[in-house]
T-cell receptor, first 115, second 113 residues
Framework: GAGVSQTPSNKVTEKGKYVELRCDPI?????LYWYRQSLGQGPEFLIY????????DSGLPNDRFFAVRPEGSVSTLKIQRTERGDSAVYLC?????????????FGPGTRLTVL | DQQVKQNSPSLSVQEGRISILNCDYT??????FLWYKKYPAEGPTFLIS?????DKNEDGRFTVFLNKSAKHLSLHIVPSQPGDSAVYFC????????????FGTGTRLKVLA
């Protein structure tokens, strides 16, 4: 398909473990975003990339969270020493450019459960 | 500190009638607003947007109204259809400098057949 894809769709891990969540944006989209959605809340911004560089990582909650986009396409969100509070749906979105208000296309999300 | 608020967690409307979803914001720097629709187990899907230089934008059955002085926007769906049943999120962004969306908590719309 031509949409944003995320893998895995579900991830169950134990407290203290390391996890990686992958996002494949729409081909040609230069801007990529990560959001986190907890139960009953709206998506919460984590980080966005323009090309390979993180243009704004102000939403990352702490230094256990890290994201990369080495070739300006696929991105990986990495969470170290997971905690139960990290349980949420992690959404990835991409847009054609960083022009203000450009529509962001969202993937289906990865549901992370930390036991 | 919730900068974008959707105070109604749920709304039920009869098929064919108008649905009105409301959103309030506190940050006067926001200059672009969007509505997204979300079905279970899917990502949010863009519905309609409005720039702060406008007070209305219409796309088929969907109209968004912006009242900047009241820091309030609303989404009107008319006529409502059962397929419109979903969670609707209001989002806001600042076009210059940062492009992240700040989302509200969502309103679950149920359109009754």
């Amino acid at each position: 398909g031509a949409g944003v894809s995320q893998t895995p769709s579900n991830k169950v891990t134990e407290k203290g473990k390391y996890v990686e969540l992958r996002c494949d944006p729409i081909s040609g989209h230069t801007a990529l975003y990560w959001y986190r959605q907890s139960l009953g809340q709206g998506p919460e911004f984590l980080i966005y990339f323009q090309g390979t560089g993180a243009a704004d990582d102000s939403g990352l909650p702490n230094d256990r969270f890290f994201a990369v986009r080495p070739e300006g396409s696929v991105s990986t969100l990495k969470i170290q020493r997971t905690e139960r509070g990290d349980s949420a749906v992690y959404l990835c979105a991409s847009s054609l450019s960083l022009a203000g208000g450009d529509e962001q296309f969202f993937g289906p999300g990865t549901r992370l459960t930390v036991l | 500190d919730q900068q974008v608020k959707q105070n109604s967690p749920s709304l039920s409307v009869q098929e064919g009638r108008i649905s009105i979803l409301n959103c309030d914001y506190t940050n006067s720097m926001f200059d672009y607003f969007l509505w997204y629709k979300k079905y279970p187990a899917e990502g949010p899907t863009f519905l309609i947007s409005i720039s702060s230089i406008k007070d209305k934008n219409e796309d088929g059955r969907f109209t968004v109204f912006l009242n900047k002085s009241a820091k309030h926007l609303s989404l009107h769906i008319v006529p409502s259809q059962p397929g419109d049943s979903a969670v609707y999120f209001c989002a806001a962004s600042i076009a210059s400098g940062t492009y992240k969306y700040i989302f509200g908590t969502g309103t679950r719309l149920k359109v009754l057949a």
